[in-house]
C-alpha cells in the first residue's frame, strides 16, 4: 500500500507590536495606483527647462579670436615631464642576464667559502704551534747574547766616558772665557791692529789680494801647526 502525501503550508507570524494592512487599506492602495497609471497615459509631463546650469555658457557671447589656443609651461613644468627615472634607464641596456646573475652570485659564494676556510687553517695553525714546545739546542743563542755582568761594566765605561767628556768641555769653556778688563784689553789691541792694516801701502794698493793672502796663510797655520 502506497505513502500518502499531504502539502504542506508555511505560515509566518507576524511582528509583535505591528499591525497588518487591513482590506481597507489595500483597497485604497490599489485605487491610487490605478488612478496615476491612467494620468501618466492621458498626460504627457514635459521635460524641464534648459537653464544656465545645464550650460554655462549659453548665454554668453566669447570671441574665437582672443582666446589661448596654447598652453604656457614653466621650467618646473618641463622638468616634471622629462624627469626620467633611474630604473627606466637600468631596464634596458644595463641588465644582466640571468645565466650571468647565477654565475657572479656562484663566484661570490666561492669566494666567501674560501676566505672562511682559510681563517679555519690559520685558527688551527695558531693552535697547534701554541701546543708544540720549542726543541733545539740553545747553546748558541745563549753564547751570543751578552751577561748581566757584561752589561753593567759597559754602561760603567759608557758613564766614565761622559763625565770625562763633560770634565774636557767644562775646563775648555773656563779657559775661553775672559774677564772683562781682558776682553777690553783684547778689543783695544784688535782695533789698533786694524787701523794698521789700513795704513799698510799693500792694503792701500790691493786690498782684496792682500785680505785672501792673509786668510791663504792662516789656514795653513792651522792646518800645520808644527810648522810656525
Known amino acids: 500500500m502506497g505513502k500518502l502525501t499531504r502539502r504542506r503550508t508555511r505560515t509566518r507570524a507576524q511582528a509583535i507590536g505591528k499591525k497588518g494592512p487591513t482590506s481597507s487599506q489595500n483597497d485604497k492602495d490599489l485605487n491610487s495606483m490605478e488612478l496615476m497609471s491612467e ?57 644582466m642576464k640571468k645565466k650571468d646573475k647565477m654565475k657572479l652570485r656562484r663566484e661570490r659564494w666561492l669566494e666567501k667559502v674560501e676566505t672562511i676556510q682559510q681563517s679555519k687553517k690559520r685558527r688551527k695553525d695558531k693552535m697547534k704551534r701554541l701546543k708544540t714546545p720549542v726543541v733545539g739546542d740553545l747553546e748558541p743563542m ?46 783695544n789691541e784688535e782695533r789698533e791692529r786694524f787701523q794698521q792694516v789700513l ?30
Do not use: C, W, Y
Open 142 to 187: 745563549m753564547s751570543a747574547l751578552p751577561e748581566l755582568s757584561e752589561i753593567i761594566q759597559m754602561s760603567r765605561e759608557a758613564g766614565k766616558r761622559a763625565d770625562k767628556r763633560r770634565q774636557a768641555l767644562g775646563s775648555q769653556s773656563k779657559k775661553n772665557t775672559l774677564k772683562a778688563k781682558q776682553r777690553q784689553k783684547l778689543l
Open 39 to 95: 494620468t501618466q497615459h492621458e498626460f504627457k509631463v514635459p521635460d524641464p527647462p534648459k537653464t544656465a546650469l545645464g550650460n554655462p555658457f549659453g548665454g554668453a557671447k566669447i570671441d574665437m579670436s582672443t582666446l589661448r589656443t596654447k598652453l604656457t609651461t614653466t621650467d618646473d613644468d618641463e622638468d616634471r615631464m622629462s624627469f626620467i627615472s633611474k630604473g627606466s634607464i637600468s631596464k634596458g641596456k644595463d641588465q
Open 199 to 228: 795704513q799698510h801701502t799693500a792694503f792701500k794698493t790691493n786690498p782684496f789680494a792682500t785680505i785672501n793672502r792673509h786668510l791663504s796663510l792662516k789656514i795653513q797655520q792651522e792646518n800645520d801647526p808644527g810648522e810656525s
